[in-house]
């Protein structure tokens, strides 16, 4: 007895003992990438770290004032104001935390791995497979694009408490198994709780009831759902989906099916429909397995905005046979559900994995860090096929072991040896942007950060450049505003005067919707005008102009790319001392907004200005209503108007930019 006790704590020992030296060779690999660039949005939310740091906002306006999505996002919010509080500024340790936290993640997934494969597997082999698999997915290149990207901090923390939910679940459900009723305390209790810190994280974290839903159909019921229960826990366990799966899943069907708009109005914005993204997402799975799988390292990155779509079945050609090949895994899955229980469990666990972010949702077609917890299933999946490979040999070749072993060992290998030359061009911004522009020229969002390098340099013929590949890699040619926006700031870097036809350009373009890269454009524009640094600008005409774009567009006044346009038009009018009507363009932009703090700041300045002191009133005690919310520069300015007010004296009232 002591012999076969001794054997198993080694057989569990060895394995452990990889995963860590799985673990110190990840964090050696990532160490260069830290050193890396902040991108897309890491610079709006550490804006907001920036403003706690300097007293400008209580740690709760960051934390609970976050609009990344439609929860806020808190629970990753928090870390960041965390680490400002334990490193300052440093970006180096905002993103040794996010590697700390992939470390952490991966020690759940050898969890989760090990007690789902000891429900399968009887032998000790359940270990080392369960090791395999985190080794491997700590290693996967595809995830530097998770780690190194500060913001995706919310996809690594939704994706740790969704792992570890599921190993509640699936610890509470062997408990169950065993006859131990404590199992249910785990499922009841610890899954909800991790599922709400996952949701709080990054909103796909609602799906750990399916997630947990799929491993119970594959993993205990081998594909048999409504087989007869074979003791009271099941019971339990049927009203725990009822209660936290069908009836939240039919609350939201009702509630979308009343509210339809939340759903197509999002789209008022995109390049495809509806209908196009859905039949696009199949090839941008099978893109997603085979960058898993078979990483190209320069093709991985964060500009994949050019991804083609699909407009039908035939275009591109590829679209249907990406159905129909994902319809025959959903078959196989099902086919297999009884005699490999790992690889259809694991192609479930990645399709629900992505079933909220590569579905009817208008979000951007392609992002890596979507992968980050569905890689989990698929490496389950692909461990589940080799096993059916191996089955079919009465007795492996040698051929077979040999092989099969040094991939054991290879395979790891490669992976960090790919990860590290990530982490090595993440380690130098222009190292990277150069790098990505080789392989994706096309992409708007990377000639837009090209574009910024260029008129910092002074090169306005390359800023030119990146301006006119934006410009022409639109699907069917089509012309937007940013390009034509763009291309007056490159002229105001270099301070000279545009052409004239490019006022004309813009009076060409001032029609159909306001794109987010429009507005951007037109504010940074704005503030560069309100700054001095345009100085060949013919400000009055540009004025004039985005009157008219304004009054073209075919969106509703009420939506952000509108009404912020609006308001710096406003601010713009403001500068060349038009205060009434900037006072008319405010308020309305105020209006639409739905009483936006920041620009309600403005509204208040301008009405001052003109001397409206009935109206001051009116806003400020509007303004009021939003009073100790935590940031503390709008609440000192609100202070400042109070005071005002009570002696009518203002100084320099308009120009202060608080929006918010």
Same mark, same amino acid.
């Given at each position: ?559 952000? $790319?509108?009404?912020? =346009?609006?308001?710096?038009? #406003? %601010?713009?009018?403001?500068? /060349?001392? !038009?205060? &009434? *009507? @900037? ?21 208040? $300045?301008?009405?001052? =200005?003109?001397?409206?002191? #009935? %109206?001051?009133?009116?806003? /400020?005690? !509007?303004? &009021? *209503? @939003? ?34």
């Amino acid at each position: 007895m002591s012999s076969l006790l001794q054997t198993r704590t080694r057989t569990n020992i060895v394995p452990a003992l990889a995963v860590l030296l799985g673990l110190v060779m990840c964090y050696l690999v990532y160490l260069p990438g830290l050193h890396g660039p902040l991108l897309l949005d890491d610079q709006a939310n550490l804006a907001e770290v920036n403003a706690f740091l300097e007293g400008e906002k209580t740690a709760r306006a960051v934390i609970f004032d976050n609009r990344s999505g439609p929860l806020g996002r808190p629970v990753a919010m928090a870390t960041f104001v965390l680490d400002a509080s334990l490193w300052g500024e440093s970006v180096w340790y905002f993103k040794h935390t996010n590697l700390v936290i992939h470390l952490v993640t991966g020690l759940m997934v050898y969890l989760l791995a090990s007690l789902l494969l000891r429900t399968t597997h009887q032998d000790s082999s359940a270990a080392w497979r369960a090791a395999l698999i985190a080794i491997i997915w700590l290693a996967l290149p595809i995830h530097a694009s998770t780690v190194l990207y500060l913001v995706q901090r919310m996809a690594q923390l939704s994706a740790l408490f969704m792992v570890a939910g599921l190993c509640a679940y699936v610890g509470g459900r062997v408990l169950l198994e065993r006859g131990r009723y404590s199992g249910l305390l785990l499922i009841w209790a610890g899954v909800p709780v991790l599922t709400v810190l996952a949701a709080l994280s990054k909103e796909n974290g609602l799906l750990v009831p399916a997630l947990a839903a799929a491993i119970e159909l594959f993993w205990f019921r081998r594909g048999n759902w409504f087989q007869p229960p074979a003791s009271r826990g099941r019971r339990w366990i049927d009203g725990f989906f009822v209660a936290f799966l069908l009836m939240p899943g039919l609350l939201a069907v009702i509630w979308l099916l009343s509210n339809p708009d939340r759903l197509t109005g999002g789209y008022l914005l995109r390049d495809f429909s509806l209908w196009e993204r859905l039949l696009t997402q199949p090839r941008v799975l099978w893109d997603y397995v085979s960058s898993i799988l078979l990483p190209n390292g320069p093709r991985l990155g964060i500009f994949h905005d050019h991804f083609p779509v699909s407009h039908n079945l035939w275009s591109p050609l590829t679209t249907l046979p990406a159905l129909l090949a994902w319809l025959g895994v959903i078959v196989a899955v099902w086919l297999l559900r009884r005699k490999s229980p790992l690889f259809a469990g694991g192609m479930a666990l990645f399709l629900v994995g992505h079933v909220m972010e590569s579905s009817i949702w208008p979000l951007e077609i392609y992002f890596e860090h979507r992968n980050y917890l569905p890689s989990i299933g698929l490496l389950l999946a692909v461990v589940g096929i080799v096993e059916c490979v191996a089955s079919r040999m009465s007795v492996p070749t040698a051929g077979f072991r040999v092989t099969g072993l040094s991939l054991l060992v290879v395979l790891p290998l490669v992976y960090l040896g790919t990860t590290y030359g990530r982490a090595f061009v993440w380690s130098d911004s222009r190292m990277f942007y150069s790098s990505q522009y080789e392989v994706y020229p096309e992409s708007v969002r990377l000639n837009s950060y090209l574009l910024g390098f260029a008129m910092n340099a002074g090169d306005l013929d390359g800023a030119l450049d990146h301006i006119e590949q934006m410009d022409t890699s639109r699907p069917g040619g089509e012309k937007r505003m940013a390009p034509t926006l763009w291309r007056f700031l490159a002229y105001c870097a270099v301070d000279q005067s545009p052409p004239d036809d490019l006022y004309t350009q813009f009076e060409s373009r001032a029609s159909g919707k306001i794109f987010t890269y429009d507005m951007v454009a037109w504010q940074e524009l704005s503030e560069a005008i309100e700054a001095g640094d345009c100085p060949g600008l013919d400000v009055a005409r540009l004025v004039a102009l985005s009157g008219r774009w304004l009054e073209r567009t075919s969106l509703p006044d009420s939506m952000h $790319q509108v009404w912020r =346009t609006r308001y710096y038009r #406003a %601010r713009l009018l403001a500068a /060349l001392a !038009r205060y &009434e *009507r @900037s006072r008319k363009e405010g308020e309305k932009a105020w209006v639409d907004s739905a009483y936006n703090r920041g620009i309600g700041v403005f509204v208040f $300045q301008i009405n001052a =200005t003109l001397e409206n002191w #009935a %109206r001051c009133a009116e806003v /400020l005690r !509007r303004l &009021e *209503r @939003s009073e100790g919310a935590g940031d503390l520069r709008f609440d000192q300015a609100v202070e400042t108007f109070r005071n005002a007010l009570q002696d009518k004296n203002l100084e320099s009232p308009v120009g202060v930019d608080l929006e918010s």
